[in-house]
């Protein structure tokens, strides 16, 4: 049963909500804060907010049901804390905050739950970058999903759009009074919706790699497709095609301005991808096989001094001095010891601890070849959740 659609009881009190960048500017600034999460144990489980400075309590909505409260269940609860009450949507977690008020409890709840979470965005400027132009990283907190905006004089393109984002993009660029000329996906992603259909039919031009397209894309006629080598220019400034298949066959990097890579999946600043979401457990040690081609062949022989920019970043990654998740190719290679291994021990370090496949992914993928349709609701609902396509749980980088 969906709580958010629920008729709940009136509590006596009326609380406060607090918008999602709110709560967010709290932890980013270190902040204490106490979260109680109303949603059931396995989406918790799944995903949730965290952080270094969150303490964060499961109990789900049903246990506040009842007039009388078990008192077992607001021991559970710190009585002399501030307490912000969250649940999928909204709904649930308003009643649950509105009868914790009524017995004294300092609390509020977060506005719109975890989908409110989930519509973050952040753009932070990559101040290393040091090709032409500008170039910015978007951030998704709750999924960890990266994309990239360059932009010189009045062009710009995007790197891995995400469809729930359209409007921001076009947004960003009119406000920089630029024309979004280009908008640029790595590869079939199997996390999120892709929104380069969309950006498509506002006149942006849609580039995919044509190696993606042999996994059975319905809508490559209405794309350009790219090849190894390619270029295009956005102002002064060149995004260089680089194929490099691993994650998937079709994985693609694009190298902006001689400076950054943007790896799509294939290698993130804390570990690299994993192999096994387009053929499955049977395809996955061929897949590392070619992941590690790519890496040794297109990757790693780049300039030290290129930034690494993947898609995805996780917990275990560390943000570079400007807020962004970027890092030197030479600095990864110092820290992350798979890509110094010979060809059999990466392939063993890959598969050994693979997390479990994103939620939903195999639609996700559906939708993005435009096999299967989803409404911009069905598409958002569809991606929620962490993003899980790094090989590993835990970051493959040390601190040394």
């Known amino acids: ?79 002399d804390e501030h307490v912000t009450v969250l649940c999928a949507k909204g709904g649930a977690s308003e009643y649950v905050a509105g009868a914790l008020a009524d017995r004294g409890y300092d609390v509020d709840h977060l506005e719109d739950g975890m989908n409110g979470w989930a519509s973050i965005y952040e753009a932070h400027e990559v101040t290393e970058y040091d090709g032409a132009g500008t170039l910015i990283q978007y951030q998704r907190p709750s999924s960890g999903c990266l994309g990239y905006l360059v932009y010189d004089d009045d062009e710009a393109a995007i790197i891995d759009p995400l469809r729930a984002f359209t409007d921001r993009y076009l947004d960003d660029a009119a406000e920089l009074g630029v024309d979004l000329t280009y908008a640029f996906d790595t590869h079939i992603h199997a996390d999120h919706i892709s929104g380069l259909r969309e950006l498509a039919d506002e006149g942006v031009e849609g580039v995919i790699p044509e190696a993606a397209v042999d996994r059975g894309v319905t809508y490559g006629d209405e794309m350009t497709l790219t090849n190894d080598g390619d270029s295009f220019a956005v102002g002064e400034a060149t995004v260089e095609t680089v194929f490099t298949p691993g994650h998937t066959t079709g994985m693609t990097s694009y190298l902006v301005g001689d400076s950054l890579l943007a790896t799509g999946d294939g290698l993130f600043i804390e570990s690299v991808a ?92 559906e939708t993005n070849l435009g096999q299967q349709v989803a409404d911009d609701e069905e598409a958002f609902t569809l991606e929620l959740g962490p993003n899980n396509c790094a090989a590993s749980q835990d970051a493959l980088t040390s601190d040394d």
């Open 1 to 79: 049963m969906d709580a958010d659609a629920m008729d709940f009881p009136t509590p006596e009190s009326d609380v406060d909500s607090i918008a999602p960048e709110s709560l967010k500017a709290q932890i980013d600034g270190g902040e204490s804060v106490t979260i109680l999460d109303a949603r059931m144990a396995s989406d918790y489980e799944e995903w949730r907010v965290d952080g270094e400075t969150v303490e964060s309590i499961n109990i789900p909505y049903f246990e506040f049901l009842d007039e009388e409260i078990d008192d077992d269940v607001l021991a559970r609860i710190p009585d």
């Open 274 to 365: 994993r192999p096994d979401l387009e053929e499955g457990d049977e395809g996955a040690p061929e897949a590392a096989a070619m992941l590690y081609e790519s890496l040794q062949e297109k990757v790693l022989p780049l300039a030290d001094e290129t930034l690494i920019g993947g898609a995805h970043f996780s917990d275990a990654a560390e943000p570079a001095a400007d807020g962004t998740y970027t890092a030197p190719i030479g600095d990864l290679v110092e820290r992350m010891d798979a890509l110094t291994m010979d060809e059999a021990d990466f392939i063993e370090t890959v598969l050994a601890d693979m997390p479990p496949r994103p939620a939903n992914y195999i639609d996700i993928i």
